[in-house]
Every structure is written in C-alpha cells, then in structure tokens.
C-alpha cells in the first residue's frame, strides 16, 4: 500500500518509519526544506509521561483569569475577534471539571507509557542516537499549594502505571544537588526515574536517515493546497513544489500529522478539528559553568517551564522551554516571554548558563482542549489523523506513530484507543472552520 504522510514534524517522521516498518511504500510531504523544522525544531526535549495532568483542570480557570494581560503568565489567553479560539475555550473549561480530568490523565498515561516504551525498544533495535538521557525526570515545587495540589493527580498516575514517586525537599536536592541554591524554597517534588530527556530534533533527523534506508520517500518544499475528496474518500491532494510546479499527489492512504495546521485542511472536507495553537517559547544556552547545572531533566510546575541538558554534537546545552500562548497563528518571538524564562533560570540556577549567547525560539503547539490528542480514521476511510499532540508531541510521538501504523495496515493496536478518537468531540461544540489558504499565510 502507498501511503502519503502530510507533515514531516516528531509525528510526521515517526509515523512515516512505522509505516515502511510494516512493509509500506510511504511519502511524506511538507513546505519546509528539511524535517522537523516548525514546531520539532526546539522544544523542551522531555518524554514526560508524569506530565500528564492536562493544562485544562480544575484550577484552571481561576489561574486563567488571575493571568489575563500577563506578559510573563505561563497560560496566557490574548483574546481575539477569532470565533475558533472563543469556541475552543468553551471547550476547554468544559474539560476543567474533575471527572473530566481524571478522565483525560488516563488516556494520556496509557498513550504515554506505551509510546515511551515503544522509544526505547526503537533505540535498542537501531542504536539511535539524540543526546538521550535516562536520568528521569523531577518536578520540584517551590509553592506548597502547588504541591498539595500535584498528590492526588500523582497518585492517579501511579495508580495507571506512571511511577510518580512523591520525595521531599531534601531528596530532591539529592538527586539534582543543581536544585541545593533553592532548597529553602523548595515545597516538594516528584520523580518519575522512567521518563526521559533528548533532543527531538536530532531524533527526527536520524530517523529520517533510517526511513530514507528503508525506501521512504520525502518530498521537502512541497506546500500543500489542498485535500480533494471524490467517492467518499481522499482522491488526491495538491501540492506546489519550490519551482511553484502544480502537481497532484495520490496515494491509497493518507495520514494527517501537519500539528497546529491540520484543521485548516481537514475544515473544507467536513472535518472539524478542535485543535487551536498554543504558541510555545524555548531557550538554549551553552552550559557555562558546570557544576551548578542540572543533569536530571527537570520540570518547574509552578511556573511551568522544563529543564533538559543537551550533550552531543551541539555541544553542552541547556534547553528551557515553558508557557503557552493562545494567540492565532501568530509566530512572532514576544520578548518579555523570552526574558521571563531567562529570569526564572537565573533564579534557580545563576550562573550556570550563558546566558550571553541565548538562543530564542517559538512555536505553535497543536493542542486540544483537553491535551489529549485525535488519533486515528476520520469519517473518510483513507484519512487518518495524528495530529492534536500539544505539549506532549515528543512523549507521544513513537506510540502514536505505532497505533496509526497498526490502523492503516488494518492491525489491532497494542492499546485501547478508547477516548483518542475525533468521535468524542462529535458529541459537543464542533464548530470549528477556517478556510485552508490562512495556513500559509
């Protein structure tokens, strides 16, 4: 079977090598030059399965509004005359509640656990290489409300089989003695020593080496116009190349994994998409002073950035990511968000970067209101969606490759897929449109 793969993001790559894995002739097309240049590009480089309480919660909304007009706010909502980002709201605070919440952890632990797993059996068959660390990974209070409100989402994680282990302050700076400058500070802390760290960026470009070994097909700056349906499914897609060269693109199988812009080609089929981007910032620095940086990938959970170390052929780096902005498909670097994150790095770990040669980056997030993300067939047989990641598109990335894979070739998944598809927001607010030429814009 052929198989067209829109998108050459974490999601895009990985599905693509899953795919040739099960004996498939696979394509993947996208506008960038190279793979994994949007949103895989720089991000916070955490396998995260503890991170799996979803933004949208029951404190939640409180928080929204204490953070409205806040340049530095970890969540900021900037309101705009866009009915999209108004709708997806709605749907967000209805995921706000506690049974909702309990809900949406669960299937992000099993997607999780079994994408983590799948990475580490994907490293031990091919000896890939991304400056991975498997040191676990640490959240750390310094507000002990936050740290109250962590231990019974953490004890529902262990409960599904995410080895969240709630430690005190003073193991914490046992395990990460980076974190002993701010020990009087510290609350609290979790660790999950399964979770991992590496750069996705890296991984995508050697998987794309593996997928090209295998027969994979990558069509680089080919900027998709549009899906055209005819018989009840996908006849064709069409595509312009570098050149601007019209061409039409067929498959018997095409996936959806173009992140935050998927619903704007999914919209003119009859496919609403409840994913809005939440835009996310990251800083990378070169390690200047070794002995006050962090080893342990690590997670700030008041203030929300993460922690990786980088240590490879980039050098040694810290990469800091954190903060979501809901603000359209806007891409511009807003500096006070930049210089927020710099300041907090300070704070916990002064002098331990360079901050000096900081390098900034941004991107847009394609998240769901609930974070879970829609894998799977959509009403047209030969469309499948992995897409609606959100924050989590790194942890999430190998599993969900997996299951698309397992589906397109007519498999039963090794996991319930119960809750990850598109119909369980068929039953509430879907309204969501935009026409397909805004997302070149």
Same mark, same amino acid.
């Given at each position: 079977?052929?198989?067209?793969?829109?998108g050459?993001g974490?999601?895009?790559?990985?599905?693509?090598?899953? *795919?040739?894995?099960?004996?498939?002739q696979?394509?993947?097309?996208?506008?960038?030059?190279?793979?994994?240049?949007?949103?895989?590009?720089?991000?916070?480089?955490?396998?995260?399965?503890?991170h799996?309480?979803?933004?949208?919660?029951?404190?939640? =909304?409180?928080?929204?509004?204490?953070?409205?007009? #806040?340049?530095?706010?970890? !969540?900021?909502?900037? *309101?705009?005359?866009?009915?999209? $980002?108004w709708?997806?709201?709605?749907?967000?605070?209805?995921?706000?509640?506690p049974?909702?919440?309990?809900?949406?952890?669960?299937?992000?632990?099993? !997607?999780?656990?079994?994408?983590?797993?799948?990475?580490?059996?994907?490293?031990?068959?091919?000896?890939?290489?991304?400056?991975?660390?498997? $040191?676990?990974? *640490?959240? %750390?209070?310094?507000?002990?409300?936050?740290f109250?409100?962590? !231990?019974?989402?953490?004890?529902?994680?262990?409960?599904?089989?995410?080895?969240?282990?709630?430690?005190?302050?003073?193991?914490?700076?046992?395990?990460?003695?980076?974190?002993?400058h701010?020990r009087?500070?510290?609350?609290?802390a979790?660790?999950?020593?399964?979770?991992?760290?590496?750069?996705?960026?890296?991984?995508?470009?050697?998987?794309?080496?593996?997928?090209?070994?295998?027969?994979?097909? %990558?069509?680089?700056?080919?900027?998709?116009?549009?899906?055209?349906e005819?018989?009840?499914?996908?006849?064709?897609?069409?595509?312009?190349?570098?050149?601007?060269?019209?061409?039409?693109?067929?498959?018997?199988a095409?996936?959806?994994?173009?992140?935050?812009?998927?619903?704007?080609?999914?919209?003119?089929?009859?496919?609403?998409?409840?994913?809005?981007?939440?835009?996310?910032?990251?800083?990378?620095?070169?390690?200047?002073d070794?002995?006050?940086?962090?080893?342990?990938?690590?997670?700030?959970?008041?203030?929300?950035?993460?922690? +990786?170390? *980088?240590?490879?052929?980039?050098?040694d780096?810290?990469?800091?990511?954190g903060?979501?902005?809901?603000?359209?498909?806007?891409?511009?670097?807003?500096?006070?968000?930049? #210089?927020?994150?710099?300041?907090?790095?300070?704070?916990?770990?002064?002098?331990?970067?360079?901050?000096?040669?900081?390098?900034?980056?941004?991107?847009?997030?394609?998240?769901?209101?609930?974070?879970?993300?829609?894998?799977?067939?959509?009403?047209? =047989?030969?469309? %499948?969606?992995?897409?609606?990641?959100?924050?989590?598109?790194w942890t999430?990335?190998?599993? +969900?490759? $997996?299951?698309?894979?397992?589906?397109?070739?007519?498999?039963?998944?090794?996991?319930?897929?119960?809750?990850?598809?598109?119909?369980?927001?068929?039953?509430?607010?879907?309204?969501?449109?935009?026409?397909?030429?805004?997302?070149?814009?």
């Amino acid at each position: 079977m052929h198989v067209i793969v829109l998108g050459s993001g974490l999601l895009g790559v990985s599905t693509a090598y899953y *795919l040739s894995q099960l004996g498939h002739q696979v394509s993947v097309v996208d506008r960038q030059a190279t793979p994994a240049a949007e949103t895989s590009f720089a991000n916070g480089g955490q396998i995260s399965v503890s991170h799996a309480e979803p933004w949208a919660n029951p404190s939640a =909304p409180l928080k929204v509004l204490k953070w409205l007009g #806040q340049e530095d706010a970890p !969540l900021l909502f900037r *309101l705009r005359a866009d009915q999209r $980002q108004w709708l997806w709201g709605l749907q967000f605070l209805r995921e706000c509640t506690p049974a909702r919440t309990r809900h949406n952890i669960e299937q992000i632990v099993r !997607l999780g656990t079994y994408s983590r797993d799948t990475l580490q059996q994907l490293r031990a068959n091919t000896g890939i290489h991304y400056d991975q660390r498997t $040191q676990g990974i *640490l959240h %750390f209070y310094t507000s002990q409300k936050e740290f109250d409100g962590a !231990l019974a989402p953490t004890e529902q994680m262990r409960e599904l089989g995410c080895d969240r282990k709630i430690i005190s302050a003073d193991e914490a700076v046992r395990l990460e003695p980076a974190l002993a400058h701010i020990r009087p500070q510290l609350a609290g802390a979790t660790y999950t020593a399964e979770d991992e760290s590496g750069d996705a960026n890296r991984f995508a470009r050697e998987l794309v080496k593996l997928c090209e070994a295998a027969g994979v097909q %990558f069509l680089m700056s080919h900027t998709i116009t549009a899906l055209r349906e005819a018989g009840g499914q996908i006849d064709h897609i069409e595509a312009t190349n570098s050149e601007g060269r019209f061409q039409r693109l067929r498959a018997d199988a095409y996936v959806l994994a173009m992140g935050s812009l998927s619903p704007l080609y999914a919209a003119p089929l009859g496919i609403q998409l409840p994913i809005y981007p939440a835009k996310g910032y990251s800083v990378t620095m070169p390690v200047k002073d070794a002995s006050k940086a962090h080893q342990v990938s690590l997670t700030d959970d008041e203030y929300k950035p993460v922690f +990786s170390r *980088l240590t490879g052929p980039g050098g040694d780096r810290l990469r800091i990511a954190g903060t979501a902005e809901l603000n359209g498909y806007d891409r511009h670097l807003n500096a006070e968000r930049c #210089q927020a994150i710099v300041r907090r790095v300070e704070a916990l770990f002064p002098g331990a970067g360079d901050v000096s040669r900081a390098e900034f980056w941004t991107g847009l997030r394609p998240a769901t209101p609930s974070n879970v993300p829609l894998i799977g067939r959509s009403r047209l =047989p030969n469309l %499948f969606l992995n897409t609606g990641h959100g924050t989590l598109g790194w942890t999430m990335a190998c599993g +969900s490759a $997996q299951v698309v894979a397992d589906l397109v070739t007519g498999r039963r998944p090794a996991i319930d897929t119960e809750g990850l598809s598109l119909s369980r927001w068929q039953r509430g607010i879907q309204k969501f449109a935009m026409k397909p030429s805004a997302a070149v814009s």
